[in-house]
């Protein structure tokens, strides 16, 4: 029963975080907006040359969703702390995970969204030739953005207390989720080559491996870093 | 016992804002607490609300304890803020819906919860738009729906009319006639005249008992200007 309760919870606090963002607009076109600037920033960067451009396609597209994905993150609960909200929610009963795992899903469905754009730009802009294997991309893409939400959301809550919030989440996720990006650009690089070394098996497994490992950590932390 | 505070003392670094308050309240009972600015009453309510830990001493809700028991605590306890804890791109219904939902409550109750604080007109209206008086009414109204057996009131007549502060009061009263407790943080004892069966006064983060020199002080003092009589059942 009260696991139900919980459920109940969680699917409330997702409404209500898509339905405020969905109403607010600005911020999911920061974000997305963000996301495109910087894949064009790199596409300049690396100039004209389409081989190059290639090859770099999925390192930059990963930066560009880890960069964009911060914000979101932020702005989540940003809308906690404007007008008190973070210590209703936490006045309600039930389990902490409830809240954490509404978060979780909330800034999953809002970086995948995120993800469709940048993707879409991302093949335009860097010539990508979309390979045969293109279901198994999209499934290297789910598992790295799982990752890098499940770290950015625990990261977000941590640092949502602290005044410097916006420089603090950034210095600690960052570090943190280096192998989930080293992972999905190895694994999504090995894939839009053709994987002529079977290469992404092993990416794939590490990739899994630390999606499952911070799932379970943020989720039994969430409730210590919460809470005051 | 509907609040049982034994010692509760918190730090802030090296600050002691809370320094040991011992506070009883008996089901029923309706308490204000008074004190200067920073005097520790916020954090105190805090504290009972499980939204801050205590660095030293023991409360407990109805017998539950706040530090090791906090979501059976949070069943009885309802906390109204200084700020409204509201969701600015939500409509007043959809603010009450889930606070219904987040709480277990039917949400059959919230049309009648908005008619209560007088806000049916703007049931479907965002709540970026609400004044500061209306934000507190439909923080009242989340209240209202959730019917606690322990109220703690962080100043809750600031921004009201007198309208809402007659509300506020009814809402008091009810909770009381109901066997429901309440600790009422004010800084001016007029608006809660009839609501408050006694009050206590923090002081330097302990609960203070008057003497002849609090009523012989200029009007600086809070203990000089409201009554401090009744401190009886606090140490």
Redesign the interface.
């Known amino acids: 029963m009260a696991f139900r ?1 919980d459920i ?2 969680t ?2 606090i997702v ?2 975080d898509l ?2 963002e969905r ?2 607009k600005a911020g999911f076109s920061a974000v997305a907006a963000l996301g495109v600037t910087i894949l064009v920033l790199f596409g300049l960067a690396l100039g004209p040359d389409g081989k190059a451009l290639q090859n770099a396609a999925a390192g930059a597209l990963w930066l560009a969703i880890l960069f964009a994905s911060v914000l979101a993150f932020n702005r989540s609960y940003q ?1 906690e702390l ?4 973070l ?9 902490r995970w409830a809240i954490f795992a509404g978060k979780l899903i909330a800034n999953l469905i809002f970086v995948m969204a995120m993800l469709v754009i940048v993707v879409t730009v991302g093949i335009v802009l860097f010539d990508v030739r979309i390979p045969a294997q293109w279901p198994s991309i999209v499934g290297i893409m789910m598992l790295g953005v799982v990752g890098i939400v499940a770290l950015g959301t625990f990261y977000a809550a941590m640092s949502s207390r602290s005044r410097a919030r916006e420089v603090l989440l950034p210095l600690l996720l960052y570090p943190m989720l280096i192998p989930v990006l080293l992972a999905s650009m190895e694994a999504t690089k090995a894939f839009l080559f053709g994987d002529l070394l079977s290469a992404s098996g092993a990416w794939v497994q590490m990739l899994s491996l630390f999606d499952v490992i911070f799932l379970v950590a943020t989720f039994l932390a969430f409730e210590y870093v919460i ?2 | 016992m509907a609040l049982d505070a034994r010692g509760v003392a918190r730090r802030f670094g090296a600050r002691w804002v809370l320094r040991g308050i011992n506070l009883q309240v008996r089901a029923g009972e309706m308490v204000g607490l008074l004190g200067h600015n920073g005097c520790g009453k916020s954090t105190f309510m805090r504290i009972v609300a499980t939204l801050l830990k205590a660095s030293a001493g023991d409360c407990f809700v109805y017998g539950s304890n706040v530090k090791t028991e906090g979501d059976d605590v949070r069943h009885h306890v309802g906390f109204f803020s200084h700020v409204p804890g509201l969701y600015d791109d939500l409509t007043a219904r959809e603010n009450l819906a889930f606070a219904a939902t987040m709480l277990g409550f039917p949400s059959a109750d919230i049309d009648a919860a908005l008619e209560r604080v007088g806000l049916t007109h703007v049931t479907h209206e965002r709540v970026r738009g609400f004044s500061a008086g209306m934000q507190r009414r439909l923080s009242l109204a989340r209240l209202i729906l959730q019917r606690p057996r322990l109220l703690l009131l962080d100043e809750p007549y600031n921004n009201l009319d007198v309208a809402g502060i007659a509300l506020m009061n009814g809402f008091i009263r009810e909770l009381n006639a109901a066997g429901g407790a309440a600790v009422v943080v004010l800084h001016d004892l007029v608006p809660a005249e009839g609501v408050i069966d006694r009050t206590v006064t923090i002081r330097e983060g302990r609960v203070h008992v008057p003497t002849v020199a609090d009523f012989t002080h200029d009007g600086a003092s809070p203990e000089a200007v409201t009554r401090p009589a009744g401190a009886a059942g606090v140490s």
């Open positions: 309760d109940r919870r699917r409330a409404w209500k339905t405020t109403r607010s809308v404007d007008g008190g909200a210590e209703a929610l936490l006045l309600y009963p039930g389990s809470e005051v």
